[in-house]
T-cell receptor, first 111, second 113 residues
Framework: DQQVKQNSPSLSVQEGRISILNCDYT??????FLWYKKYPAEGPTFLIS?????DKNEDGRFTVFLNKSAKHLSLHIVPSQPGDSAVYFC??????????FGEGTQLTVNP | KAGVTQTPRYLIKTRGQQVTLSCSPI?????VSWYQQTPGQGLQFLFE???????NKGNFPGRFSGRQFSNSRSEMNVSTLELGDSALYLC????????????FGSGTRLTVV
């Protein structure tokens, strides 16, 4: 039972444009959501998070949006840079318990 | 400060053997979690330890086990290795509850032949 799903295995955008990565979840008990970025041969690194009491959180070029009624979150990267090319994972937890991850989306930013 | 350290980085084992992977968390972090990453499967949760106690366990067979020592270092063991156990094994640590964010190590790439 895949409780967190990232339906797009890959996304390609031009440098300077917006990247939008999407994530859907089924467990309505999830109350904390995170995005991680992963380069090959490295562990995932934390990017940004959001609590279910909010619908938006920003950190520099990264913004996460949460739509609880649709059980959907998205990560916006503006402007996209070639160094952003990596696999992006969304993750969710219930009251700080273990993280449940999606399958990941490979983002490629073309110069 | 030093990050999460996993050893070894790469490992090749034969089917039927057993393997032990090691993880040293960030100093002061008492929670250690383990994940398995295989192509197309994302990160699958194995188990979480806090102060030497297993706090949470994922849906993996009993061949997968782990433990945490008093200095918070953790090991995971896989017995009777199968080809399907080939994966990147990631360890992550956090100061408190892991669900609010972990710091990951670089992983151990296990290949079973």
């Amino acid at each position: 039972d895949q409780q967190v799903k990232q339906n797009s295995p890959s996304l390609s955008v031009q440098e300077g444009r917006i990247s939008i990565l999407n994530c859907d979840y089924t467990n309505s008990m999830f109350d904390y959501f995170l995005w991680y970025k992963k380069y090959p041969a490295e562990g995932p690194t934390f990017l940004i998070s959001i609590s279910s009491i909010k619908d938006k959180n920003e950190d520099g070029r990264f913004t996460v949006f949460l739509n609880k009624s649709a059980k959907h979150l998205s990560l916006h990267i503006v402007p996209s840079q070639p160094g952003d090319s990596a696999v992006y994972f969304c993750a969710a937890s219930v009251s700080g318990s273990r993280l449940t991850f999606g399958e990941g989306t490979q983002l490629t930013v073309n110069p | 400060k030093a990050g999460v350290t996993q050893t070894p980085r790469y490992l090749i084992k034969t089917r039927g053997q057993q393997v032990t992977l090691s993880c040293s968390p960030i100093s002061g972090h008492r929670s250690v979690s383990w994940y398995q990453q295989t192509p197309g499967q994302g990160l699958q949760f194995l188990f979480e330890y806090f102060s030497e106690t297993q706090r949470n366990k994922g849906n993996f067979p009993g061949r997968f086990s782990g433990r945490q020592f008093s200095n918070s270092r953790s090991e995971m063991n896989v017995s009777t290795l199968e080809l399907g156990d080939s994966a990147l094994y990631l360890c992550a640590s956090s100061a408190g509850q892991g669900g609010y964010g972990y710091t990951f190590g670089s992983g151990t790439r296990l290949t079973v032949v």
